[in-house]
């Protein structure tokens, strides 16, 4: 009974040393590979949360038609605290503004709320022309072989 608690335990430990050693391949890319997709993927996240924080101010004041500003969101109470791009913090003058909300109403019912952000282009193009804004050229291609070339290691 004894040796099967001692093989036990050896097995888990392998199983915690290979699953350590496997975690620090995968996660063990050099510094700056994958920083362009976590700033901009950031990025959206903020947008995301001024778009959602911009409908409900916007509900709230059905003949609001003024420009929204973020300083408007989180005074209101709508937005707790918005994370700043970080591409922008670092190339742009601090009297630029992060991000533009752009929003149309038709009948008193808004009917289309966007984000723009001057690096990472606009949040409702991102699946087709602001794909790749924000990042270095070639950076998709590049990402995309490296992650296929590290699956094919498996086959």
């Known amino acids: ?15 915690i040393i290979f699953s350590l050693l496997i ?5 063990g890319a050099p510094n700056g590979v994958a920083k362009p997709f976590v700033v901009k993927n950031e990025c959206l996240e903020s947008m995301k949360k001024i778009q ?27 937005l707790k605290q918005i994370n700043s791009c970080g591409a922008v913090k670092a190339s742009a003058p601090k009297n630029l ?13 808004i009917s289309y709320i966007d984000i723009a952000c001057p690096q990472h282009g606009s949040l409702s193009r991102q699946g087709d022309i602001d794909k ?11 990402y995309i072989a490296r992650v296929k070339t590290r699956f094919d290691m498996y086959k």
Do not use: Q, W
């Open 52 to 78: 959602g924080a911009c409908y409900f101010f916007l509900m709230e004041r059905p003949k609001f038609t003024a420009e929204v500003e973020i300083g408007m969101l989180t005074g209101g109470g709508y």
């Open 132 to 142: 790749e804004k924000g990042l270095p050229n070639g950076f998709v291609d590049n």
């Open 23 to 27: 975690a620090a391949f995968e996660f």
């Open 97 to 109: 503004p992060e991000y533009k909300i752009i929003y149309k109403r038709s009948g008193g019912e």
């Open 1 to 15: 009974m004894n040796i099967f608690k001692h093989i036990l335990k050896a097995i888990i430990l392998l199983l």
